[in-house]
């Protein structure tokens, strides 16, 4: 029986494979569980149909990460911290932190483990930190930390 791989069945094949199996395991494993279809011209134009709308949807959303991307590159996100005796930053803002504020301020989500650059911010001045916004586009984002002036 010859059947078409609509998902990766271990030790059988991988999704888009035409498979040749038993009548047995075909008609009673395969088929009956989503693994496969029955080869036919229709299953056969379906599958490509589907992986044609998979490839447009990817492209669209590799195109929206791109665009995304840009966006990104002209934010600036400026925190105020407090300075030591010897002028050194205070504690430290972390990606957690980024992350929220861009929620906040922009009304962007982006998640936190998506950043390329997983050290916190301690020094003043200005840092860029990357983020994987798709696979293979990634977005940076300005931050840029002033001394908190004390009003006494």
């Known amino acids: ?21 038993s009548d ?4 009673n494993y395969v088929i009956p569980q989503g693994y496969g279809k029955f080869l036919n011209e ?16 990817e492209e669209k959303n590799k195109e929206d990460a791109i665009n995304f991307a840009k966006k ?12 030591g005796k010897s002028g050194v930053m205070i504690g430290s803002i972390s990606t957690k932190h980024i992350a929220q504020k861009l929620k906040d301020e922009y009304e962007y989500t982006i998640d936190k483990r998506k950043f390329i ?8 001045g200005y840092t860029k930190l990357r983020i994987e916004l798709y696979k293979g586009v990634v977005g ?8 908190k002036k004390d009003g006494k």
Not at 24 to 27: Q, T, V
Not at 72 to 83: G, N, Q, R, S
């Open 1 to 21: 029986m010859k059947v078409l791989l609509v998902k990766d069945l271990k030790k059988v094949g991988k999704r888009g494979e035409i498979i040749d199996v």
């Open 24 to 27: 047995g395991y075909g008609a």
């Open 42 to 57: 229709a299953a056969l134009k379906e599958y490509k149909d589907n992986v044609a709308a998979e490839k447009a949807t």
């Open 72 to 83: 990104l590159d002209v934010i600036e996100l400026v925190y105020e911290a407090k300075a």
């Open 117 to 124: 650059d997983k050290f916190p911010v301690n020094a003043f």
């Open 140 to 147: 940076i984002i300005n931050v840029k930390v002033i001394e």
